[in-house]
């Protein structure tokens, strides 16, 4: 018995916080209220969007839990959490989000398949544990290795949760040897989130955090390590999380053209705005008032602007792969003229694209403020360190699994008149 298991029904799921906007229940799918993801740099655990495909594991022993590792290396192995946890421990800040983050609004546009989800799937955690290059050369494999002698070239990361998708099988992905054996890549075998033991939700006793790429490829509940001469054949690499185009449908898709996706593209969203918001106009101009977080809000209690004109536009920037954010540009008439917000991760000290202080694998959080007087739209886009800029339409990108919505991100104000 290896220590952990699989429930076969949803009866032993973790406590989870109530202000969670809950997309799916079993398997439990959930993302925060938007305003809570600029509330903090680190985003808190119980606010970090929860994504699962199947029943959260269960560990019943964590001294018999280990991880295997088969495959094309000289011999199989076993770790268990002590080996892991003996190796050196690096902290990592990164951002994890989910390839289906914005995919309610590109549904909007036309139907798409998939749980919907509004601006926060993603969140930015410190993500402590072993680097993988670390691991993988504890088992033999030396760094900066991209093909092992008997031909492995991918890592594949195979859990212990149950999923439909596989018909009952584990939920897998791999990553490419050169990355997983790369030092600098950062992908770790974490077992720490925000300082403390990872949680139940988020992967316990071990997951895989790869900086920079989709969600999808970080494996909770980690079993075992494959080494492989090809990509990882199963469901979530070959049958889902491909970008394709807008001509595609369930009636023309051929999987096979595609490969899986990886990096994600540049992206931003506004979080002190709901999609549409009323404010009131009123006598006074009221100081600014950065919108806080309040844990009461919920969808039918949706903050109102009090006395609005000039608004605080706060929200997330992030690239994929490492690239920095140059540039959030934001404009309060609907993409007509624009304005640079500025940029901080660290509350207060300015982002320094490519400093080496700034974390490279996390969102940037940025703020402006608009004078608003009429009935207008707020916008977001963001520009990477490649000067990739978000597209402007979401029927540009739009794709029949509804991944990567990465268009201008758009909220309306409506201003209302009164005497108060
Ligand atoms: N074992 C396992 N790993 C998984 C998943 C899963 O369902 N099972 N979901 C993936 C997806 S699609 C995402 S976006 C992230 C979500 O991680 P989080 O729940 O910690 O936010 O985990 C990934 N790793
Ligand atoms: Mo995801």
């Known amino acids: 018995m290896p220590g952990i298991r699989a429930p076969v029904n949803y009866s032993e799921e973790p406590d989870r916080h109530p202000a969670l906007k809950i997309n799916a229940k079993q398997p439990f799918n959930a993302e925060p209220p938007r305003q809570a993801l600029v509330s903090s740099y680190v985003t808190p655990t119980e606010f970090f969007y929860k994504r699962s495909h199947g029943p959260i594991p269960v560990v019943d022993d964590l001294q018999r839990y280990s991880v295997s590792f088969n495959g094309l290396i000289d011999k199989p192995k076993e770790l268990f959490m002590k080996d892991i946890m003996s190796l050196p421990k690096y902290n990592v800040t990164a951002t994890l989000q989910c390839a289906g983050n914005r995919r309610t609004a590109m549904s909007k546009s036309r139907t798409v398949r998939g749980v ?4 926060a799937a993603l969140g930015n955690a410190i993500w402590g544990g072993a680097k ?47 990355q997983a054996t790369n030092p600098e ?3 770790l075998l974490a077992y720490e989130m925000n300082g403390e033991t990872l949680n139940r939700d988020h992967g316990y006793p071990l997951r895989v955090v790869v900086p920079g790429v989709i969600g999808a490829r ?6 075992s ?23 595609v449908n369930w009636d023309n898709i051929d999987w096979s053209t595609r490969r899986p996706q990886m990096d994600f593209p540049v992206q931003s969203a506004i979080c002190s705005l709901e999609d549409v918001n009323v404010g009131k106009y009123g006598k006074f101009h009221l100081e600014k008032e950065w919108s ?15 006395l609005a004109c000039l608004i605080a536009i706060k929200g997330y920037a992030v690239s994929g ?6 540039r959030v540009d934001i404009s309060s008439d609907g993409g007509k003229t624009w304005k640079e917000a500025s940029r901080y991760q660290k509350p207060g000290v300015q982002y320094v694209t490519d400093d080496e202080k700034s974390d490279k ?3 940037v959080l940025f703020e402006a403020e608009a004078d608003v007087h009429s009935n207008t739209e707020i916008v977001a886009k963001a520009i990477d360190t490649a000067a990739n800029v978000q597209p402007e339409k979401v029927e540009d990108v739009w794709n029949l699994r509804g991944i990567l919505n990465t268009s201008w991100h758009r909220v309306q104000v409506q201003v209302r008149h009164s005497n108060m």
Not at 294 to 306: A, F, G, W, Y
Request: hydrophobic share 35%; glycine share 10%.
């Open 116 to 119: 919907g989800w509004d601006v």
């Open 132 to 178: 993988l290059a670390d691991v993988l050369e504890l088992v033999g494999i030396p760094k900066l290795t991209s093909t092992t002698p008997s031909g492995g070239k991918h890592v594949e990361f195979v859990s212990v949760d149950r999923c439909k998708e596989e018909n009952g099988g584990p939920y897998k992905a791999s990553i490419p040897l050169s």
């Open 185 to 187: 890549a950062d992908v």
């Open 218 to 223: 970080s494996v909770k509940w980690l079993d």
């Open 225 to 247: 390590i494959n080494i492989d001469s090809q990509v990882c054949q199963g469901f979530f690499m070959q049958k889902d999380y491909k970008m394709f185009p807008p001509s």
């Open 292 to 306: 806080a977080f309040d844990p009461n809000i919920t969808e039918k209690n949706v903050p109102v602007l009090s």
């Open 321 to 326: 792969g490492g690239r920095g954010i140059e």
């Open 361 to 363: 694998w996390a969102w």
